[in-house]
């Protein structure tokens, strides 16, 4: 009696056929979409470059987007590790170290004004320092940007290693961390360092209004070309929303509005971002020793 009584139970179960992804996302069930920014350039500039974004994504996409600005690189995987984000746009290496750790989704990065995405890294000194080969290096001081960063952590550790200072910390006189890529380059401008590691994009964008860059600095070694920062969003996200959020991005130079969002925002458009657009971050990883599945980069 009782197995005649489970039979439409075990039926109705047998039938039960595998969710679809929902066709429409129901903006009621979302109160926030918390959107993380790495602190690039200082905090007020990084927000208002973005605020108009994050308003057009607010307007269009159904969901309440707040700007989250983190104090540092490491940050930004932190908070995602908490709960507390739900995209972000991540540079190379806080996009490769996501993807590797909590294996977010990389959907869409900016086209710029000058028809690229990528960016690369930069070594460089004063001109007038006389810096030149790794006996000139011994005893000085070089500034990174973040232990999260390609351009400004990777790529130095690389060109040590192939100029062969195997024991940094005790080749340089002394060695610090800047927190933002413009802090970095000035340092280096102004003296404060000798040598310094950055991004040539943030590095181009101060020289567009400061001609000392260009004329007082020199360029000693570059990075392989890596990904623009790039929106990643959580893995467990709605996938109705990821869609949706990727097919806006990727839409916004089609209408007036999108068009002027995108100027002030200094691209042309958005391209669509996979996880191996990262190959060439894996590649340098591995090339410096740099096991990404278990770099625990607030204590290394």
Known sequence: MAL????????????????EIPLTYDSSSQKKFYL????????????????PLARYISENAGVNVEIKMLSRYGNIIENFIAGHLDAAFFGSFTGALAIK?????PIARPLWLDDTSTYYGM????????????????????????????AGWLLPLNYFHELGIEDYPSWFGETYF????????????????????????????????????LDELQILA????????????????DPALKIKLRNLLLEMDRTEEGKEILREFGAKKFI???????DPVFVYA?????????YNYWND
């Open 101 to 105: 750790t909590i294996g977010v989704e």
């Open 272 to 278: 669509e971002t996979t996880e191996k657009d990262y």
């Open 123 to 150: 070594i460089f000194v004063r001109k007038d320092s006389g810096i030149k080969a790794a006996a000139d290096m011994k005893g000085k001081r070089f500034a990174f940007v973040d232990k999260a960063t390609t």
């Open 36 to 51: 993380g920014l790495i602190p690039e350039q200082d905090l007020f500039s990084q927000k208002a470059r973005y605020t």
């Open 286 to 294: 591995d090339k410096v020793k740099l096991d990404l599945k278990k």
């Open 222 to 237: 570059e990075s392989p070309a890596v990904p623009a920062n790039s929106l990643a969003v959580r893995k467990d996200l």
């Open 178 to 213: 800047t927190g933002t890529h413009e802090d970095t380059i000035l340092d280096v401008l102004n003296g404060k360092a000798d040598i310094g590691a950055a991004k040539n994009t943030v590095l181009y964008r101060l020289a567009a209004k400061d001609g000392r860059l």
């Open 4 to 19: 005649f009584l489970l039979l439409p139970f075990v039926n109705n179960c047998s039938d039960e056929q595998p969710s």
